[in-house]
């Protein structure tokens, strides 16, 4: 009886050598790991710059352009936006109210672009410092959209372009519907919640119209040039829409297969 429990004792004794040699040979290894994944790891040092591959922000910033442009060209531009919600701020380097906005309108463009929102950003600073003021501060800021420097005309002539209503002062924010009508106007530094909550009513406005073009009606749309035939006519905009936004059909490069019967005033809804 004594011999049984013996060997038995052994038996548990070599067991549990092996499961603490098992448990030690595993817990070896991941602290091996662990210290080959630290030092593959870049560290970043107060006062110097962060190591290559460094997910900091401004080590990715891609540069945006930043261009001198005539009053003309920016409502050329205001212009071209049209068919989309605009958003254009006019602020300058050497305005501290406007500097303080920056971070909100960054937040607001980096989530209102995939919705189909246009934004222009004006300079007022004078286009000889451009390279020393406009362009040092944009990429350390790391601002995301592109800047239009206007600053080396008439205030007179920027204010008439923009809307004669405002009165010159900085910052001033200024959103345009789909039709290219102000609707709404900020003469201080713009709020994000404020921004936002009249883009989003516009935008919810527009698309029961339907007065501009999304990003999901794009993807609908068929390649310049394409034939349609026998479509899903209840995925694209309305018919009334596209020539609003594109003058004709054949401008906008689409070419409608349309059956015999069809009447003057066809039943778009529920029609395959």
Not at 102 to 124: D, Q, T
Request: with cysteine.
């Amino acid at each position: 009886m004594l011999h049984e429990l013996s060997a038995r004792g052994r038996r548990q004794r070599i067991r549990a050598l092996r499961f603490f040699r098992g448990a030690l040979a595993a817990f070896l290894v991941l602290i091996a790991a662990t210290s080959l994944s630290a030092a593959s790891e870049p560290t970043a040092v107060a006062g110097q710059p962060a190591p290559s591959g460094s997910s900091v922000e401004s080590a990715s910033f891609e540069a945006v352009p930043i261009e001198a442009v005539r009053i003309g060209r920016l409502v050329e531009k205001l212009k071209a936006s049209r068919g989309h919600i605009t958003v254009l701020n006019v602020w300058a380097t050497w305005c501290k109210p406007c500097l303080e906005e920056m971070p909100e309108l960054v937040r607001f463009f980096r989530e209102y672009r995939s919705k189909g929102v246009r934004f222009l950003s004006v300079s007022a600073d004078h286009p000889d410092t451009l390279d020393d003021r406009v362009r040092p501060y944009v990429e350390q800021q790391s601002i995301p959209f592109a800047v239009f420097v206007v600053g080396g005309e008439s205030p007179d002539e920027l204010v008439q372009a923009i809307d004669p209503r405002w009165q010159g002062s900085l910052p001033a924010t200024f959103v345009f519907d789909a039709s290219g009508a102000r609707r709404q106007a900020w003469y201080e530094p713009i709020q994000y919640a404020d921004l936002s909550g009249a883009v989003d009513a516009l935008l919810e406005d527009s698309r029961a119209s339907g007065s501009i073009i999304t990003p999901s009606d794009k993807g609908s749309l068929p390649p310049p040039g394409a034939a349609v035939a026998q479509m899903q006519v209840d995925s694209l905009p309305s018919f009334e829409a596209i020539a609003e936004r594109a003058g004709t059909l054949e401008a906008a490069g689409l070419v409608f297969d349309l059956p015999e019967d069809w009447v003057e005033e066809p039943p778009l809804h529920g029609m395959r």
